[in-house]
């Protein structure tokens, strides 16, 4: 029996279930902000259940949601949230199966220093890197980059604005942002050289299994800096045998089973560690280029 952890708009679970279904394997998915309103349990001997369902080989942890909890007092809701939060974590350390993967592993590796201090560690190339609150510091990085730098965000890449879902991008850092630095306060954000590019690569990675794609966001101006702001489709690319061990020598090095990593490969054939996603979306590469990344994860898990 397979669990699945994730939550009603996790589409990227609907993709693997439809197939779970088909193939008639076993699964149990779990969305979390249903937690409250399952049968669950944790037994004397400290074995999880949940729908009367206590046997798990495999656990694939996708995504988590806390459950909508509106009482009249703010304080309450507080504290139940934080309790159904540690419930999970609580969870996630007991139930004896294979993870697909590790939730702490990947809450680890989510951090974009750690990644990139891995990479470099292991041979990647990574771009010249800044994280500072000092303007000076940053008119001097500029600089030293020959003006051609680009910022983007530390964590979150996403923002909620009166309920509309807003995107933060890569952007270039421009002169104009630098003349006038001393009206923007630094707030925390990774700033970086602006490789060169001459095609940008994802390279996911599933147990020992390499599935790469490409995408040529140098074709048109609005995604040149940030393939994301465009529509252009992945297709199926091809990387050399030395950079494919490294993208599976930093997932081992993670902990993980899985990674979606970003690649550029620049105007002069490098090959540029950009970071990596433990737990990153990988559908719609396969609907666009056919690369059976699915059945990878499905094999794993079973």
Not at 156 to 183: A, C, P, V, Y
């Amino acid at each position: 029996m397979i669990l699945i952890i994730t939550h009603k708009e996790d589409y990227t679970s609907d993709f693997i279930i439809n197939k779970l279904n088909q193939r008639k394997i076993k699964y149990k998915r779990l969305n979390c902000e249903d937690l409250i309103n399952s049968n669950f349990k944790v037994d004397k001997d400290l074995n999880f259940s949940i729908d009367g369902i206590n046997l798990f080989n495999s656990v694939w942890f996708r995504r988590t949601k806390l459950p909508d909890i509106n009482s009249s007092n703010p304080q309450e809701d507080i504290y139940l949230l934080n309790e159904y939060e540690t419930l999970l974590k609580n969870l996630f350390c007991t139930i004896d199966a294979k993870w697909f993967s590790d939730p702490f592993k990947i809450y680890k590796a989510e951090n974009k220093l750690y990644q990139l201090k891995i990479a470099k560690n292991i041979g990647f190339i990574i771009p010249n890197t800044l994280i500072t609150n000092n303007k000076e510091t940053l008119k001097e990085f500029y600089f030293l980059n020959s003006k051609e730098i680009i910022i983007k965000p530390l964590s979150q890449s996403k923002l909620n604005n009166k309920g509309e879902t807003e995107f933060i991008f890569t952007n270039d850092l421009k002169n104009e942002h630098i003349e006038k630095l001393d009206e923007y306060e630094l707030t925390p954000c990774i700033y970086q050289e602006k490789i060169q590019k001459s095609i940008e690569l994802r390279v996911t990675v599933v147990g020992e299994k390499i599935f790469t794609s490409g995408i040529n966001s140098q074709l048109f101006e609005n995604t040149k800096t940030d393939w994301r702001k465009g529509k252009q489709e992945f297709f199926k690319e091809t990387i050399p045998l030395d950079v494919e061990e490294k993208c599976k020598l930093i997932v081992k090095k993670l902990g993980l089973r899985f990674g979606a990593i970003d690649l550029i490969k620049d105007t002069n054939g490098n090959y540029v560690f950009l970071e990596i996603n433990p737990n990153g979306q990988w559908a719609w590469i396969e609907n666009e280029t056919g690369l059976k990344i699915s059945d990878a994860i499905i094999n794993e898990l079973i």
